[in-house]
């Protein structure tokens, strides 16, 4: 990718979001983007960041989830959060509302381009940006990545995956797709995808 491109590319005020469901390969894409000199603002990690560093967000959470939601040290204890978020909607829902708003608003105070996010569609985060890319890969492959990624079983992978929407429809509502099942390579799917973006396609 020549740097002229990259930095046609910057002046662009476009915002775009990248999604796939876990273990598509997200991740994976934007460490390829960084190599690009493109920065990409990752949800999940914000999460996780605001839930360690907000006062407001850690009072709401122990509220819904008590006190054991953070340890004797201060630290999230993810496995509790994990547990009550996957026990039933109603939970999921309760979480996402307390802290999707903080993430949207953490986003837009970053003034970065480029969005990482697993639940885009979901959450609605897709009116923070104007393209979506959709990272997909046949669903047997996104298991085995993550049971190697986290050393979590087969079922926990598919109950996260249940929370999420279904690959197909994700990528109905996306404006362009990155193939990541190791045929085509990443890089050259991206070089495509950039000019488009930077040519307004
Ligand atoms: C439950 C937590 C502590 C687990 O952390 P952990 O590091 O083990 O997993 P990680 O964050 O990498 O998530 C694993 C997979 O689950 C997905 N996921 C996370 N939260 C949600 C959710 N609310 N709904 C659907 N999928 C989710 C992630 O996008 C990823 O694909 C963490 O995911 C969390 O705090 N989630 C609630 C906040 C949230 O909705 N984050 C998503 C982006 S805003
Ligand atoms: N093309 C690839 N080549 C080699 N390894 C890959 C490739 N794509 C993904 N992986 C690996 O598969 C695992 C899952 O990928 P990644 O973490 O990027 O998924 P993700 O979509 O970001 O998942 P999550 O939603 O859980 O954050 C990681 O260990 C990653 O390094």
């Not at 920065?39 to 989830?65: F, G, H, N, P």
């Not at 639940?119 to 997909?136: A, P, Q, R, T």
């Not at 390579?185 to 973006?197: A, F, M, R, Y």
Request: hydrophobic residues 40%; charged residues 25%.
């Amino acid at each position: 990718m020549p740097t002229a491109w990259i930095i046609l590319l910057k002046k662009n005020d476009m915002k775009i979001g990248i999604t796939g469901g876990i273990g598509s390969g997200k991740s994976y894409v934007c460490s390829q983007l960084k190599l690009m000199g493109i920065d990409v603002y990752d949800c999940d990690e914000a999460a996780k960041r605001l839930l360690r560093t907000s006062y407001s967000l850690k009072k709401q959470m122990c509220s819904l989830i008590g006190n054991e939601t953070y340890d004797e040290n201060g630290i999230l204890n993810k496995k509790v959060v994990a547990d009550f978020l996957l026990a039933s909607e109603e939970n999921a829902g309760k979480i996402d509302a307390i802290v999707h708003p903080v993430v949207a608003q953490d986003y837009k105070a970053s003034g970065c381009q480029w969005m990482e996010c697993a639940i885009i569609f979901e959450s609605g985060f897709n009116m923070l940006v104007d393209k979506v890319v959709c990272v997909v890969a046949p669903e047997e492959l996104r298991v085995s990545r993550v049971m190697k990624r986290d050393g979590i079983s087969r079922e926990q992978v598919l109950q996260w995956m249940s929370k999420q929407f279904p690959q197909d429809s994700v990528l109905k509502m996306s404006d362009y797709e990155i193939i990541n099942d190791g045929t085509v390579g990443i890089d050259t799917q991206l070089k495509k995808i950039l000019l488009k973006i930077k040519n307004n396609q």
